[in-house]
């Protein structure tokens, strides 16, 4: 499965463009992509989705000033009030649904139907702002649901070793850590092959498989 993601995703392979799924294709395969306010979440569904995906970002408005913390990203001006979607054709029978969460907690309800069938979620991350990560990471374990971590790199991220990542996150050994550039999309299909292996990994050891 990592070897298919590989080879099409990162040659841009995208079904030739189609809105509709191949008639071929028998399997598909729920994947979250989660983290904090502004991490990244749309910009990386939409780097590797084949079709336009669905987006629900709306301007954020001077209400949503005192929920929404805008530290260290002064910038942003739009934010997710549902989720992304997208799809990730890997061959004739295999597709991949990206669903993407938003960070805020007032959206947390809506994370126990989205998390539903998923097989396994990708986790974006800012070294600015790394203590905003266990919130998600926590409904994640509630949950039950297995994830890899990946660092979404940003102009002014501060550099920290792999080590010091884990250790300020707390992750378990068998944790996947990886760094990436949701706007590229060479970088976000490792990023999603880091996720993928991982889960394959648990199937192979015998793990108990995500609901």
């Not at 979404?152 to 501060?158: C, E, T």
């Not at 250790?167 to 760094?179: C, F, I, K, Q, Y």
């Not at 990023?191 to 991982?198: E, S």
Request: aromatic share 6%; charged share 25%.
């Amino acid at each position: 499965m990592d070897s298919a993601l590989a080879s099409d995703a990162r040659t841009g392979a995208q079904g030739s463009g189609a809105v509709y799924l191949r008639p071929s294709v028998r399997t598909s395969v729920k994947l979250l992509v989660v983290g904090h306010f502004a991490v990244g979440k749309t910009t990386f569904v939409g780097t590797l989705s084949e079709i336009r995906p669905l987006h629900t970002e709306e301007k954020m408005t001077q209400a949503g000033a005192l929920v929404d913390d805008l530290d260290g990203v002064p910038d942003k001006t739009t934010t997710t009030v549902a989720m992304d979607f997208g799809r990730l054709t890997l061959n004739d029978h295999l597709v991949l649904y990206l669903f993407g969460a938003p960070g805020q907690q007032r959206f947390t309800r809506l994370w126990q139907d989205m998390t539903k069938g998923a097989l396994g979620a990708l986790v974006l991350a800012d070294t600015r702002r790394l203590d905003q990560s266990f919130e998600v990471m926590g409904l994640l374990e509630e949950h039950g649901l297995p994830y890899a971590v990946a660092m979404n790199h940003f102009p002014d991220s501060p550099r920290h070793s792999d080590a010091e990542i884990r250790e300020a996150l707390d992750l378990l050994p068998e944790t996947p850590l990886v760094t990436c550039d949701a706007r590229d999309r060479r970088s976000s299909t490792e990023a999603l092959i880091a996720l993928v292996q991982y889960l394959l990994s648990r199937t192979a050891t015998g793990q108990e498989p995500p609901r």
